[in-house]
């Protein structure tokens, strides 16, 4: 039980730092923090997929004050995946031209061997980038 409180404390911190990221600094200077940029289904690895750090990011963002939309939530479950060396791949995408217009073009989420493991939306959002890597740093 300790383990987990310890994830969810560990997201937090992570919500709070992407959040910051997100509000203040142009994106060109913490790109580097999201991995190389890649071709989809590039990040494969084990074959199971595990929700639970995206269950600990969900729980984070409901406990901590103020809202953390989808960039936020995707940065903290990439950057702990990518600690414990788990490849994965957030895709940053945009709604496309006919059905844009409001705050929401842009959306995020991480996937993990083509499964959603954050930010799933039935919108059909276009991928404009997709980073991935394996190690934090």
């Given at each position: 039980?300790?383990?987990?409180?310890?994830?969810?404390?560990?997201?937090?911190?992570?919500?709070?730092?992407?959040?910051?990221?997100?509000?203040g600094p142009r994106l060109g200077y913490w790109r580097t923090?999201?991995?190389?940029?890649?071709?989809?289904g590039a990040s494969t690895g084990p074959a199971t997929v595990?929700?639970?750090?995206?269950?600990?990011?969900?729980?984070?963002?409901r406990r901590l004050p103020g809202v953390y939309k989808c960039?936020?939530?995707?940065?903290?479950?990439?950057?702990?995946?990518?600690?414990?060396?788990?490849?994965?791949?957030?895709?940053?995408?945009?709604?496309?031209?006919?059905?844009?217009?409001?705050?929401?073009?842009?959306?995020?989420?991480?996937?993990?061997?083509?499964?959603?493991?954050?930010?799933?939306?039935?919108?059909?959002?276009?991928?404009?980038?997709?980073?991935?890597?394996?190690?934090?740093?």
């Amino acid at each position: 039980m300790t383990r987990w409180y310890l994830t969810v404390a560990e997201a937090a911190a992570l919500l709070l730092l992407a959040r910051l990221l997100v509000a203040g600094p142009r994106l060109g200077y913490w790109r580097t923090w999201l991995g190389p940029l890649i071709e989809r289904g590039a990040s494969t690895g084990p074959a199971t997929v595990d929700y639970r750090l995206a269950h600990a990011v969900e729980r984070a963002a409901r406990r901590l004050p103020g809202v953390y939309k989808c960039l936020p939530r995707a940065l903290a479950l990439h950057w702990m995946l990518r600690r414990r060396q788990r490849p994965s791949e957030l895709v940053i995408a945009v709604l496309p031209g006919p059905r844009r217009g409001t705050i929401d073009d842009l959306h995020a989420w991480v996937e993990m061997n083509g499964a959603v493991l954050i930010g799933e939306l039935d919108l059909p959002f276009r991928p404009v980038g997709r980073f991935g890597g394996d190690r934090w740093g």
